[in-house]
């Protein structure tokens, strides 16, 4: 009753339905209120700072908030957004590869992918890579780390003959 109640609030003082759908669950009440940040940029500040005060009120897990902004920055293309989320700790509480897949998915840059990239832990980066269809960089990384397997993929995944022969004189190196 307390979130449809908060529902309401959020519609009347945003003067929208699509703020707070009435048949909203909880996750789809903060992901909506974000998601409307991107087309209210004047409101943008009240609104993600309400979607903080229902995830606090409301007792959502940090991760599952942090997995909720993520998805719904990314859906809404609020990339600037994002962005200060994957900076505004030193220690992400979900890694960073939930910020690189979005970013792929939503066809960022390479620069903005490899932000994020750059950010996971080592054994999730290649993994990253070749999902970016990043071949050169996930070559140079699986190589530094003497990861044949890693060649082998990029070799596999890849349909350049110029990567696959330098995934190749790659392996024979390591050998």
Not at 13 to 24: E, F, N
Not at 139 to 150: K, P, T, V, W
Request: proline share 3%.
């Amino acid at each position: 009753m307390d979130l449809l109640r908060d529902q309401e609030v959020l519609r009347t003082k945003y003067g929208s339905p699509d703020v707070a759908p009435k048949t909203s669950a909880l996750a789809q009440t903060i992901t909506s209120v974000i998601t409307f940040a991107a087309t209210h940029v004047r409101e943008q500040h009240k609104l993600l700072a309400d979607a903080d005060k229902i995830a606090k009120k409301y007792r959502v897990p940090e991760k599952r908030y942090w997995y909720l902004k993520v998805q719904a920055f990314a859906e809404s293309q609020q990339w600037s957004n994002l962005r200060i989320l994957s900076e505004s700790r030193t220690k992400s509480p979900i890694g960073f590869k939930p910020f690189a897949r979005a970013a792929i998915k939503g066809q960022q840059t390479d620069g903005e992918i490899l932000r994020y990239i750059e950010r996971a832990s080592p054994e999730e980066q290649h993994e990253l890579l070749c999902e970016a269809k990043m071949w050169e960089k996930a070559l140079q990384q699986a190589f530094r780390y003497r990861d044949e397997q890693g060649l082998m993929k990029v070799k596999n995944l890849c349909n350049s003959a110029e990567i696959q022969l330098k995934a190749d004189e790659l392996l024979g190196r390591l050998a």
